[in-house]
């Protein structure tokens, strides 16, 4: 039962994150992605640590910058270049083999075993993000499916290692720490890229701090909290709910089409997070009394 509520608490975080399209392009101004994402981890970062008022201590210095790179300011980065290089549905289908990158490495970090029910879980959640997103005509871009697969690499390797080194304070902290390094290594990125934002409109404002209070620091606590109590081959495939909820809301906000392919891949998604969370409860021993 226990499980199943911290399970659900975790799901929360990729669900909102499907909503990052919409606001984006509904409420952000276009063609400033790192200053975007620096916007969105750096104020939320600072945020939570003048609340929590804890800063990292020795090794966790050097820890907070990587896992922020790893989780944040890599992973953000490759994921614009994959999006810009590739169709939408290609650059979503190329990161979708993250969970499967979790098995492999948490196999390695934490000697978990690989499950091949895991692995065939993984492989349908990436078949049904390919239904949601994944059109005929979609074109290959060779930079572009390697930034994907760095993204994605980036990603299971902060999500793992955000479990083994299992810090020693609570989730908002660890957030924070996170949130603030990964914000600090994307200002220099941006300021050297991108040109300067254009005056501010109140829906910009609205679209940052809903990115920012709700896409991060919000949803990355939930998330952290969730890898503290829970395998990261649990965790991770429940970020294959962010498409289905980025299909829903564009069905029932914008008025987008929802085909039958689409709505058969919505369905092969949720099995393939019920096979996730299957394999892990065969690896629990069975007692008799």
Same mark, same amino acid.
Request: charged share 5%; aromatic share 12%; proline share 8%.
């Given at each position: 039962?226990?499980?199943?509520?911290?399970?659900?608490?975790?799901?929360?975080?990729?669900?909102?994150? *499907?909503?990052?399209?919409?606001?984006?392009?509904?409420?952000?101004?276009?063609?400033?992605?790192?200053?975007?994402?620096?916007?969105? !981890? /750096?104020?939320?970062?600072?945020? +939570?640590?003048?609340?929590?008022?804890?800063?990292?201590?020795?090794?966790?210095?050097?820890?907070?910058?990587?896992?922020?790179?790893?989780?944040?300011?890599?992973?953000?980065?490759?994921?614009?270049?994959?999006?810009?290089?590739?169709?939408?549905?290609?650059? !979503?289908?190329?990161?979708?083999?993250?969970? /499967?990158?979790?098995?492999?490495?948490?196999?390695?970090?934490?000697?978990?075993?690989?499950?091949?029910?895991?692995?065939?879980?993984?492989?349908?959640?990436?078949?049904?993000?390919?239904?949601?997103?994944?059109?005929?005509?979609?074109?290959?871009?060779?930079?572009?499916?390697? !930034?994907?697969?760095?993204?994605?690499?980036?990603?299971?390797?902060?999500?793992?290692?955000?479990?083994?080194? !299992?810090?020693?304070?609570?989730?908002?902290?660890?957030?924070?720490?996170? /949130?603030?390094? *990964?914000?600090?290594?994307?200002?220099?990125?941006?300021?050297?890229?991108?040109?300067?934002?254009?005056?501010?409109?109140?829906?910009?404002?609205?679209?940052?701090?809903?990115?920012?209070?709700?896409?991060?620091?919000?949803?990355?606590? /939930?998330?952290?909290?969730?890898?503290?109590?829970?395998?990261?081959?649990?965790?991770?495939?429940?970020?294959?709910?962010?498409?289905?909820?980025?299909?829903?809301?564009?069905?029932?906000?914008?008025?987008?089409?929802?085909?039958?392919?689409?709505? +058969?891949?919505?369905?092969?998604?949720?099995?393939?997070?019920?096979?996730?969370?299957?394999?892990?409860?065969?690896?629990?021993?069975?007692?008799?009394?």
């Amino acid at each position: 039962m226990k499980q199943n509520l911290d399970l659900a608490f975790t799901a929360i975080a990729p669900a909102i994150w *499907g909503s990052t399209y919409l606001v984006t392009t509904e409420f952000l101004p276009a063609g400033y992605p790192l200053t975007v994402a620096m916007l969105r !981890a /750096l104020p939320a970062g600072l945020l +939570l640590l003048f609340v929590v008022r804890q800063m990292p201590k020795g090794i966790w210095w050097p820890r907070s910058f990587l896992l922020g790179a790893l989780n944040f300011s890599f992973f953000w980065a490759m994921l614009f270049v994959s999006a810009y290089r590739l169709p939408g549905g290609v650059a !979503a289908t190329v990161g979708a083999i993250q969970p /499967l990158i979790v098995v492999m490495l948490s196999r390695v970090v934490l000697g978990s075993p690989i499950k091949a029910l895991s692995v065939i879980a993984g492989m349908a959640g990436i078949g049904g993000v390919a239904l949601l997103v994944l059109t005929p005509g979609a074109a290959l871009d060779p930079l572009g499916v390697a !930034a994907g697969l760095a993204g994605a690499v980036s990603m299971a390797f902060g999500t793992v290692l955000s479990r083994h080194w !299992a810090p020693p304070v609570a989730p908002l902290t660890f957030t924070a720490w996170q /949130l603030a390094a *990964g914000g600090l290594l994307l200002v220099p990125v941006a300021l050297f890229f991108e040109p300067s934002l254009p005056p501010l409109t109140v829906s910009n404002l609205l679209g940052f701090a809903y990115l920012g209070l709700i896409g991060a620091a919000f949803t990355y606590l /939930l998330w952290f909290r969730g890898l503290s109590r829970l395998e990261p081959s649990q965790v991770s495939p429940l970020g294959f709910l962010s498409p289905v909820v980025a299909i829903l809301l564009g069905w029932g906000v914008l008025g987008q089409e929802l085909t039958v392919v689409q709505s +058969l891949g919505i369905v092969v998604v949720f099995a393939s997070v019920w096979l996730s969370q299957q394999a892990q409860m065969a690896r629990r021993p069975k007692f008799v009394s």
